[in-house]
Structure formats: C-alpha cells, structure tokens
C-alpha cells in the first residue's frame, strides 16, 4: 500500500467516500507492519468505526484515532468481490456512535452495554489490552472493570487515559464468546 501524504482531510474524504459507497478499504497505522482491512460505517475528524473484514468475514467493529493512520486505499481485488458474493456487506451493522470525544464514544458504548476491548498499540512494554465493561466515563479517562483468565471480575476498577488508547474493539468473536461465558456478578472474593 502506497502512504497517502497529504495529510488527515484527504483520509477523512476517502473514508466518507467508502462509507457510502460500502467500499472495503484497507488502513495502514503506523504500529502495524501490514494493512487492516475495514467496512468503514463513521467517520470524525478525530475517529474512525469500521467493521474489520477478516478471511471473508466481519470480525467485529473497530474505533481508531485518524493520528495513527499512516495510508489508506480502496480495495477492488478479487477478495473484495469474495466479500460481496459472501453477504458481507449485508452483514453490517450501522451502530450509532458519537465519533467527537473519546467521552462520547464511551458514553454511548456504555449505553449499548456492550462488553468492549481497549489496547494501546504502540510503546506496549506492559502488552495493555483488556476486555471487559465500562464502569463509568469521564471527561479524561474510563473506569474499567475487566476479568482474570479464569473468567472472574476484577475487584479493582482500572481508570484508564484517553490518551493512552488507541483501539476499541466490540461485538467480535473473541470478546462475545467471552461475555456468553461469564456472569455479569461473578465476582473476585479476595
């Protein structure tokens, strides 16, 4: 993928593009050695909401800062065809969420209940990724309550910066076979 230069306007008007035309896109960051590939649904001119197409599927719904996008470009190849062939495109999910603050992303995700992840993809030495729930929004920061491997809450709330975050993840396959798994109480007794 070529690196598109001339600068987040022209990624914005590529993406809204895409939206209304349905168009798979595939999206370079600068943490990422290769391209992901998305059925964009939003756009703002801090965010991103797009639908990760993943092995002629969609594999859940992804929100990313435009600051980390380093190339974007229309995908028309054979697998594109594939994905519409497959239904893909049928399958989306037009989820309504305020794309203007990260405050207003996780209040309406809150108000979804959704069980989402929230990762920091690059300067990752402590590997921050964790699923789970929103306690709580704030104007700077989410209080978070995630589970062990075991499958149990947390008994402490993680209060989490916006400006460490750089994805959001929701309604995937990995966090839903979670979430069918454990109980809302299931709580650590320590």
Known sequence: MEENLTGFGN????????IKRRQLLGIKYHYADVPLFYY?????????????????????YQIRRHEDIVGVEEV???????????GLVDKLIDYKINLTSFETIFTDLYNMDEYI?????????????LVGRIVKVTEFSIWFEN???????NSEINIIPYDIITTIRFNNKYINTWKKY????????D
């Open 182 to 189: 454990i109980k809302k109480d299931n709580k650590n007794e």
């Open 117 to 129: 992840s929230v990762e920091r993809e690059y300067e990752d030495e402590d590997e921050f990724f």
């Open 40 to 60: 964009p649904l939003g756009v703002s001119k801090d965010f991103f909401l797009g639908a990760e197409e993943y092995m002629f599927d969609i594999d859940g």
């Open 147 to 153: 589970f062990t491997n075991e499958g149990i809450w």
């Open 11 to 18: 990624y914005i008007s590529e993406i809204k593009k895409s």
């Open 76 to 86: 028309n190849d054979f697998t594109a065809k594939i994905n519409i062939e497959e």
